[in-house]
């Protein structure tokens, strides 16, 4: 299977546009085809829309964005891709027939993936060429900020095309979610159906309003959703004796009719209640405003969950690593050249705007944390990283001295440079100084002395010569200059 360039996109409604925005921001070229040409404004506004609340996910080093084009040849799209993406209407037949077609022009080794909600890999792939490149790639909506893809094979999918689609997912800062076969609906519209059904049930018997309903997830068990799921939850409400207690106590109630499996007609009546209530809850707000403030949230959340290592934020801790390694692996070759006489310019970030004070400037903490992040920049550039801390070894702040020069505003571009002033066996003391990317005003300045240590014996210890001496070479450039 192709390594992923250009990613071919079927189909740009709603899917088709969050798609492309996640790819472009990881770097990779889009091919955008609709049927419809007037599609193209639309996705180009998607791309826009989407833009700001992704440039805040991560302020790790990406790579330089893609490119997009859009066109209504598909047979074109087709030939262009280096990986396919359906993401036309939920209709069976229509997108058999869409799929067969794009596969007499795809080359085989170019793997298809479908969008589909709730359809089945083995009947898509039935009239298609080299079906084993089809899967089914099931995102959620917005597709640029949740990272889950259920993966699900058909009865003809290669485990080549599963593993590509896999690698490719990742790289694009995803979650890829194999499902181990096929069944109608994949694992989470299953279960967000179940939750809906019952939604539908409640209302149209008028035991509560969608906004009570909404209220009944969001104040608790959503909370509780984002970190861990129903089932660790449910082992942790058991007490010591976990799951197997949970069973035994609340098993017996499943048994009882609390919730129906039918879902209920939708008549005129349910549907306007349903409608009502959403209007309700929305407030005069816009489709638009809601979207913000539900991106805002979401990006807030995997931030938070990224401190824990744990769901979402495990999945973006795990691409920042990748972004950090691979930017520093490739600036690597400027240490120890005559390239690193000057300052080091090794983090370039912004002002967020949860980052300012009553007065509307930076607030000092945030001085703390990019100056840290700077470090942190330098230090992956001398070899420090995961697996060198994970060995035991650290280097530790014993020492910040920082001194403020001019103020920094909401959304300022920002960098810092950086000098090693001496590196001994155990010590690195450094001089970071921020800049205004404007005009290279010089914000403030932090002078930094950090301490190798040994993590298990909690004492100093002399750190590895490789980073050592990579440190050294920065130092001894930039004092001779
Ligand atoms: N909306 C969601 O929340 C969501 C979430 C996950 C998956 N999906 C799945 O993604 C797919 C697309 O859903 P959507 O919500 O983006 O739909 P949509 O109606 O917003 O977009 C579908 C697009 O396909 C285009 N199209 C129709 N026929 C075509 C053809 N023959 N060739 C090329 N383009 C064609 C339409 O012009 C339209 O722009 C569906 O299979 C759906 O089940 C939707």
Redesign the pocket.
């Known amino acids: 299977m192709r390594q992923v360039r250009t990613l071919g996109l079927?189909?740009?409604?709603?899917?088709?546009g969050g798609w492309a925005a996640r790819a472009l921001h990881f770097g990779i070229d889009v091919v955008a085809?609709?049927?419809?040409p007037e599609?193209e404004g639309w996705i180009r506004g998607a791309v826009a829309n989407a833009e700001g609340a992704l440039a805040r996910l991560t302020f790790a080093p990406l790579p330089p964005k893609g490119k997009l084009s859009f066109t209504t040849d598909?047979a074109a799209m087709a030939r262009a891709a280096d990986f396919i993406q359906e993401?036309?209407?939920?209709q069976l037949e229509?997108?058999q027939r869409?799929l067969a077609a794009v596969s007499r022009e795809a080359p085989a080794d170019v793997v298809i993936a479908?969008?589909?909600?709730?359809l089945m890999p083995s009947d898509l792939q039935r009239d298609m060429v080299a079906p084993e490149r089809l899967l089914v790639a099931?995102?959620?909506?917005p597709v640029y900020l949740l990272p889950l893809v259920e993966l699900v094979g058909g009865r003809q999918t290669s485990e080549a095309a599963l593993a590509a689609a896999a690698r490719f997912y990742t790289y694009i800062g995803m979650h890829a979610l194999r499902v181990r076969r096929e069944v109608p609906g994949h694992l989470t519209d299953r279960l967000q159906e179940a939750l809906w059904r019952e939604i539908l049930h409640l209302v149209n018997e008028d035991v509560a309003t969608t906004g009570e309903l909404d209220d009944s997830i969001v104040y608790g068990p959503g909370l509780r959703w984002a970190g861990m799921g129903t089932n660790l939850i449910y082992h942790l409400a058991g007490g010591e004796t976990g799951m197997r207690h949970m069973l035994r106590q609340f098993g017996p109630c499943l048994k009882w009719p609390w919730t129906k499996l039918e879902a209920p007609e939708l008549t005129e009546g349910l549907i306007d209640k349903m409608v009502a209530g959403t209007e309700a809850q929305a407030a005069g707000r816009s489709i638009r405003e809601l979207e913000r403030l539900r991106d805002d949230c979401l990006v807030a959340v995997q931030q938070v969950l990224r401190e824990y290592d744990i769901g979402a934020g495990a999945t973006l801790r795990a691409l920042e690593e990748r972004l950090y390694e691979s930017a520093a692996a490739s600036a690597r070759p400027q240490i120890g050249a005559a390239a690193t006489a000057q300052p080091l310019r090794l983090l370039e970030t912004r002002v967020r705007p949860e980052w300012i004070d009553y007065h509307g400037h930076m607030t000092d903490s945030r001085y703390l944390q990019v100056f840290g992040d700077a470090t942190d920049a330098l230090f992956r550039y001398a070899g420090i990283d995961d697996a060198y801390r994970d060995s035991g070894r650290a280097l530790y702040a014993v020492e910040t001295r920082l001194v403020h020069q001019a103020e920094a505003h909401v959304q300022e571009p920002l960098y810092v440079t950086t000098r090693v002033l001496e590196v001994d066996d155990k010590r690195v003391r450094l001089l970071h100084s921020l800049h205004r990317a404007r005009d290279d005003r010089p914000l403030a300045s932090a002078e930094q002395l950090y301490l190798h240590v040994n993590t298990a014996a909690g004492r100093s210890a002399p750190m590895d010569a490789a980073v050592r001496a990579r440190l050294a070479a920065v130092q001894s450039a930039q004092a001779a200059h």
Not at 33 to 36: F, M, P, R, S
Not at 87 to 90: C, L
Not at 138 to 141: I, V
């Open positions: 079927l189909g740009t409604g709603v899917i088709g085809a609709d049927v419809k599609m598909l993401n036309i209407p939920e229509l997108k869409v479908s969008s589909t909600s709730g099931h995102p959620f909506n």
